[in-house]
Structure formats: structure tokens, C-alpha cells
């Protein structure tokens, strides 16, 4: 089963308007991390936006912030007034813990979505 | 404050040789990460490492693979006899924190490595 699903394989805005991005995900885990990032055509990997699960309020950077709906398990990024260099892939991921060889936890491992394609348009 | 350096930024293997990618952290953090993006996917998480220690190799295949992170130096990853399903864009990501389930540690990425294989 799919634990991050991004169910938008690809997403057009205006520039100047507000989009959102979607993001569901899913754990039995109380405690859990759930993040974004971007990926420019260019390659690398940008953090975004960064929200916990026992945050009560919704994250916001800038012009980023994340709808956080813990009972749907759901984390949208929204992204206000739109700019062209906004336009790239946007993974949704989230920290979940692992069984280590030495019989231990980590949480040392994200797991992404398969990613939306986000163009903004002139 | 230099970000998180991968080097190189490309590299082109024939089958059967060697790939090594380097990864030197962020300054101030000690915890490096490596994950592997084929194309048109996600990033699947490959390694988790301290210094000097594996925390978490759950990701890593079972043969051919190998990552290190000594006391002095960048983290390698090590990829023996290398194939063409290979081929693929590696990232080293780096935090200064152990990781907690809802904490607020970043793993903040490199540029990554884009490994060609003929």
C-alpha cells in the first residue's frame, strides 16, 4: 500500500494566484513528520515546509504554508500568489520510523510521494 | 555556509566497473542520508548514517552496495559491478539531529549524483 500518495500527476496555476498541492498519507504511528520539498528542472532537492504531528497549529513559510488535516490524514501544500519560478516537481514525504538490524528504532528514513508537476503560467 | 556537497555531479560507469559518489554534510551536522530517484519517480531512501556508524540500512540492496561515514572525510557511497539499472540520480541529504518521530529535524539535500551506465 501506498504510504504518501500525490494523486496530481501534474497542476496549472496563474501567476499571482494561489494552488494547491495534494497529499495524503498513511500511518498507525502517533508520531510522525510529514515534509515538502521542491525539485526544479535543474535537480536538486529544496525543503519547503515542515509540519509534526502533534503540532496543532498549520506550518507556514512565506509563502508556503501546509493544511494539515490529521483525522483524513492530509497535508496539502498551498502555495499563494504564484510566481513563475514556481514552476517544478513537488514531493510530499513523511518520516516514519524503521526496524534497525541492531533491534532498535530509527527515524531516520522519508518516504516520498511520486511527485506533482507544477507549472505556472503568465 | 556551504550547503551539502555531492560530487560528482555526474558520472558515467561502463558495466562491471566501480561507482563511488561522495557526500560531504552540511557543517555542524552529523547524520547523513542517501536515496536513490529514478526517473519520473520519487526518491526511495537507501541509508541512514552517523559517524562511523550505519543507523539504518533497510533501503540498501542486499549486494554490490556499500556506504560509509568515517570520523574524517565525506560519506561514500560505494556501488561494486555496477549495471544499467543502476542508472539513476543518487542524493545525500544531511541533519544535525538524531532523528525523533515528530521532531523538527530537515534533511537538507545535495545536488545529487547523476550515474550513467553503458
Known amino acids: 500500500a501506498q504510504k504518501i500518495t500525490q494523486t496530481q500527476p501534474g497542476m496549472f496555476v496563474q501567476e499571482k494566484e494561489a494552488v494547491t498541492l495534494d497529499c495524503t498519507y498513511d500511518t498507525s504511528d502517533q508520531s510522525y513528520g510529514l515534509f515538502w520539498y521542491k525539485q526544479p528542472s535543474s535537480g536538486e532537492m529544496i525543503f519547503l515546509i515542515y509540519?509534526?504531528?502533534?503540532?496543532?497549529q498549520n506550518a507556514t513559510e512565506g509563502r508556503y504554508s501546509l493544511n494539515f488535516q490529521k483525522a483524513r490524514k492530509s497535508a496539502n501544500l498551498v502555495i499563494s500568489a504564484s510566481q513563475l519560478g514556481d514552476s517544478a516537481m513537488y514531493f510530499c514525504?513523511?518520516?516514519?520510523?524503521?526496524?534497525?538490524?541492531?533491534?532498535?528504532?530509527?527515524?531516520?528514513?522519508?518516504?516520498f510521494g511520486q511527485g506533482t508537476i507544477l507549472t505556472v503560467h503568465p | 555556509n556551504a550547503g551539502v556537497m555531492q560530487n560528482p555531479r555526474h558520472l558515467v560507469r561502463r558495466r562491471g566497473q566501480e561507482a563511488r559518489l561522495r557526500c560531504s554534510p552540511m557543517k555542524g551536522h552529523s547524520h547523513v542520508y542517501w536515496y536513490r530517484q529514478l526517473p519520473e519517480e520519487g526518491l526511495k531512501f537507501m541509508v541512514y548514517l552517523q559517524k562511523e556508524n550505519i543507523i539504518d540500512e533497510s533501503g540498501m540492496p542486499k549486494e554490490r552496495f556499500s556506504a560509509e561515514f568515517p570520523k574524517e572525510g565525506p560519506s561514500i557511497l560505494r556501488i561494486q559491478q555496477v549495471v544499467r539499472g543502476d542508472s539513476a540520480a543518487y542524493f545525500c541529504?544531511?541533519?544535525?539531529?538524531?532523528?525523533?518521530?515528530?521532531?523538527?529535524?530537515?534533511?537538507?539535500f545535495g545536488a545529487g549524483t547523476r550515474l550513467s551506465v553503458l
Open positions: 541529504a544531511s541533519s544535525p539531529l538524531p532523528e525523533t518521530g515528530a521532531g523538527k529535524n530537515i534533511q537538507y
Open positions: 514525504a513523511m518520516r516514519e520510523p524503521t526496524d534497525t538490524n541492531a533491534g532498535g528504532t530509527s527515524y531516520g528514513k522519508l518516504t
Open positions: 509540519q509534526g504531528s502533534y503540532d496543532e
